[in-house]
């Protein structure tokens, strides 16, 4: 198998890449990175120097960030869905909703929880309010700019969706959608329905219980019933 990739079951953008991969039934070699684990981390380190997850190793090329990497697997591996189009111009709506997510909503998503990680006395709690505010704002630009089709940028499920489930999922923990988010909320339902998503979210459920704001994820997610 020439496929591999380095990830976490509770990393959100790992989440990202895997919904890619489970899409279309790509075959890879799962596996799982501990970097709390110093000697670990030096020789993931040494792949690539970041020694952020995911990361993806095709044979002897090494691929890093996840928009990145779904594009190398629609180019390099395709499958039936294919998750970057062929249209330039649908190309490039593709990539504007999926920098949307990443941006702004999984970056401070990530900060917040971040700071969650951090002793009390050492959080920057100002820092953690405009995260929740930036959040507000990004469900907001998403609500007004989401049109009546099925998924964030057409009608065809794209990598912009594999951006918005992990960020819209981990999100809503922090700051659930309002009464007003009526389409985010129903472009969310869509998403978990997705067999790719749900997938990604049951692989999680063993380590959810490490996940900072456990509490407020609900229910439906961490079990069959």
Not at 65 to 75: A, N, R
Not at 103 to 112: F, G, I, N, S
Not at 192 to 203: G, H, L, Y
Request: aromatic fraction near 12%; hydrophobic fraction near 45%.
């Amino acid at each position: 198998m020439s496929l591999t990739l380095y990830s976490h079951p509770l990393s959100s953008y790992c989440w990202k890449v895997l919904i890619a991969l489970y899409e279309n039934g790509t075959p890879f070699e799962a596996r799982l990175v501990n970097l709390g684990d110093p000697t670990e981390r030096a020789a993931y380190a040494a792949l690539w120097p970041t020694a952020k997850i995911p990361l993806l190793v095709d044979s002897e090329r090494i691929v890093p960030e996840t928009s990145v990497q779904i594009e190398y697997l629609d180019h390099h591996h395709p499958g039936a869905v294919r998750l970057l189009p062929d249209d330039f111009e649908s190309r490039l709506h593709v990539r504007l909703w999926d920098r949307l997510f990443d941006d702004y909503v999984m970056d401070p998503m990530q900060r917040y929880i971040a700071q969650l990680l951090r002793t009390e006395g050492l959080r920057d709690t100002l820092g953690m309010q405009q995260f929740v505010e930036a959040l507000g704002k990004a469900y907001d630009l998403i609500e007004s700019r989401m049109g009546q089709h099925a998924w964030a940028a057409g009608d065809s499920f794209s990598m912009a969706d594999c951006a918005a489930a992990p960020s819209l999922f981990y999100a809503a923990t922090i700051r659930p959608f309002e009464p007003e988010h009526v389409r985010l909320a129903a472009y969310f339902e869509r998403l978990i329905a997705r067999p790719s998503v749900w997938r990604v979210i049951t692989e999680a459920r063993p380590v959810f219980p490490y996940y900072p704001l456990r509490q407020a994820v609900p229910d439906r997610f961490l079990s069959e019933g």
